[in-house]
């Protein structure tokens, strides 16, 4: 049966949220893992909204309402949705330029079983998930 890890860290006000998960991923040397769920704050935000070629930043004080996704020391794919003071919700693709207010508390879990790759498949422009078992 494959083994599951469970790990658990904290970000601390100003670590980049994307490059600060991926250092995780790539000095844990995790090939195949996926966000179970993150909780804290972001005085900046830099997302990629769906089918757009750049990204679209703010700065402020927001709430981390959700994070999802893919991890593995070949290539992360990872989703977010944070909300301003009004409750307004923004979601996009994860990218560097998240800079963490308060904390970050994040939970993920890994496979042993499992290698994560990012290729192009040729169905779309991006580098698309690959999945191998060991």
């Not at 195949?32 to 769906?50: D, E």
């Not at 794919?77 to 693709?93: C, L, N, Q, R, V």
Request: charged share 20%.
């Amino acid at each position: 049966m494959p083994a599951i890890q469970t790990h658990v860290f904290r970000l601390k006000p100003g670590a980049d949220l994307k490059e600060s998960i991926q250092s995780f991923v790539n000095e844990q040397h995790i090939k195949a893992g996926w966000i179970v769920t993150c909780a804290g704050s972001l005085t900046n935000y830099q997302v990629r909204l769906a089918n757009q070629p750049a990204g679209s930043s703010g700065s402020g004080y927001f709430e981390i309402v959700g994070l999802t996704g893919t991890v593995s020391e070949n290539g992360s794919h990872m989703h977010i949705s944070f909300s301003d003071h009004t409750g307004k919700t923004t979601e996009g693709h994860l990218m560097p330029g998240c800079i963490v207010y308060t904390t970050a508390e994040i939970v993920l879990q890994s496979s042993d079983s499992l290698v994560f790759k990012r290729e192009k498949d040729g169905t779309t422009p991006w580098e698309e998930l690959k999945i191998e078992k060991k």
